[in-house]
């Protein structure tokens, strides 16, 4: 258990549907980061918070929207959902941005229908 | 711009075998790199990771690593494989960058042991 926690597990939705996938970062971490794992595209940084602020952006749909709140846990916001966006998302954090190790979450499966 | 590439989509070896799974990478600055495993429907676990100390480095379950700054390699190495290894690894590179941290991950070694 990495102490990275993420809801929900498992999400099926349909094309054009809106989710929110939310994590709670490991006790002390201050940085939160989102990844998506995909057959074609493989293991992708999507974007990194740091104590509320933005830090870090990968390729990130303009369909995605991600936040993180005072208390820390951030949530990552899928709209108009399309087929290619099932795929597993994974919530990551560290105690700062610095080459610290980060901590996985098991992640939140989402598959669009 | 950060990049890994993992040789070998799937590498299979005997229980009590080497296991060698090869990474290289490519940065502009001096890198950070870590080695991640990852079991079925289970979430990324660190195995190990260098952060410019020592060039060997150990990691969790007998596993280690040597950067090779000339050959830009980081290899993950087991002497012996045990069945409860069989899993995806992925080597990932991040460069340190002021105020942010992006992973770059390569595409996986699906590692498969055979008793």
């Known amino acids: 258990d990495s102490g990275v926690t993420q809801t929900p597990k498992h999400l099926i939705t349909a094309t054009g549907q809106r989710v929110t996938l939310r994590c709670s970062p490991r006790?002390?971490?201050?940085?939160v980061y989102w990844y998506q794992q995909s057959l074609d595209q493989g293991l992708q940084f999507l974007i990194q918070?740091?104590?509320?602020?933005?830090?870090a952006k990968g390729n990130i749909l303009e369909r995605f929207s991600a936040q993180q709140f005072p208390d820390l846990h951030s949530e990552l916001n899928l709209s108009s959902l399309e087929l290619g966006d099932s795929a597993l998302y994974f919530c990551a954090s560290s105690v700062d941005h610095l080459g610290n190790t980060i901590y996985f979450g098991e992640g939140s499966w989402l598959t669009v229908v | 711009a950060q990049s890994v590439t993992q040789l070998g989509s799937h590498v299979s070896v005997s229980e009590g075998a080497l296991v060698l799974l090869r990474c290289n990478y490519s940065?502009?600055?001096?890198?950070?790199l870590f080695w991640y495993v990852q079991y079925p429907n289970q979430g990324l676990q660190l195995l190990l990771k260098?952060?410019?100390?020592?060039?060997l480095v150990k990691g969790i379950n007998g596993f280690e690593a040597e950067f090779k700054k000339s050959e830009t390699s980081f290899h993950l190495t087991k002497p012996s494989a045990h069945m409860s290894d069989a899993a995806e690894y992925f080597c990932?590179?991040?460069?340190?960058?002021?105020?942010?941290?992006?992973?770059?991950f390569g595409q996986g070694t699906r590692l498969t042991i055979n008793p």
């Open positions: 260098y952060t410019s100390a020592a060039t």
């Open positions: 006790s002390g971490d201050l940085s």
């Open positions: 940065s502009s600055v001096p890198p950070y």
């Open positions: 918070y740091y104590n509320g602020e933005e830090r």
């Open positions: 990932a590179v991040s460069e340190p960058f002021p105020g942010a941290q992006k992973l770059v």
